[in-house]
């Protein structure tokens, strides 16, 4: 279980987070959603140590985490997998070696277990034939199919994605869509901020709210979506649905 309890965050003035706190389960998929600059990313980021917080507590299964601490960085560095919006590839490196550089950095095992783990991963997201690509011959989609692919590497129990689809095409979201679902059905924690309401329906067993850095609501799917409580999320649901 990962819990947020009582995250403050500001950038100057702005308060990206205020009092935000939620929990997610073990084998949950968990998406959040909400206009941009409401905090999403903001409290994405700062589960996994990328955005350090002005207060509160993050807790991985019943451990409260200090960043600060070398320790208990690495506890979350291994426990966790981070797919980003914009991929965060290295342009120089072959797909393979975008995979294996850090299960090999981290001592996992050696290079031959390496390859022959980014190959079933690379074939588990549907682009085995790009092993001795480099990314810059990838499209957008393949791109975040690899990355996806990198997160998996360490073998992380929780997985969290920063708008996945964002930076894709139209015709290219499906296919990364694809990909997280297939996730999801094989029984991966997952939190997923997300634009694309449609999949978060489909996936999420519940979906969280937010607004001006506050955690407005979270639901379930079906609840959030035929039942929502607050006015603000009434507002924003008829403007991304209608």
């Known amino acids: 279980m990962i819990e947020a309890l009582n995250i403050h965050k500001r950038f100057d003035d702005l308060k990206a987070l205020d009092d935000a706190s939620f929990k997610l389960n073990d084998g949950e998929v968990v ?11 903001t409290l994405c980021r700062a589960l996994c140590g990328l955005e350090k917080i002005d207060s509160g507590k993050i807790i991985y299964d019943e451990k409260a985490i200090d960043f600060n601490n ?11 997998g981070f ?7 290295f342009p120089h490196l072959t797909v393979l ?17 390496a390859k022959a783990l980014a190959v079933e991963l690379l074939n588990r997201v549907g682009i085995n034939d790009k092993l ?3 990314p810059g011959n990838l499209s957008g989609g393949q791109k975040q199919r690899v990355a996806i692919a990198r997160s998996l590497m360490l073998k992380p129990k929780y997985l969290l994605m920063d708008e996945p689809t964002s930076a894709l095409d139209p015709e290219m979201v499906k296919e990364v869509l694809d990909v997280m679902k297939d996730l999801a059905q094989s029984g991966m924690t997952m939190l997923i901020v997300t634009h694309e309401m449609h999949f978060a329906s489909h996936i999420a067993k519940r979906i969280i709210f937010m607004d001006e850095g506050k955690i407005i609501e979270e639901a379930s799917a079906f ?20």
């Not at 998406?31 to 990313?41: F, L, T």
């Not at 070398?70 to 966790?80: E, L, M, R």
């Not at 609840?223 to 209608?242: A, E, I, V």
Request: aromatic share 12%; with cysteine; hydrophobic share 30%.
């Open 83 to 89: 797919v980003f919006q914009h991929f965060n590839l």
């Open 132 to 134: 001795d690509a480099y």
């Open 31 to 41: 998406c959040i959603v909400g206009p941009s600059g409401s905090g999403k990313s």
């Open 97 to 113: 070696d975008n995979l294996t550089l850090g299960y090999l950095q981290n001592k996992k095992g050696s290079k031959e277990e």
């Open 223 to 242: 609840d959030f979506f035929n039942h929502p409580k607050s006015d603000r999320l009434k507002q924003f649901l008829s403007k991304m649905l209608y």
């Open 70 to 80: 070398t320790n208990d960085a690495k506890i979350v560095h291994q426990k966790t």
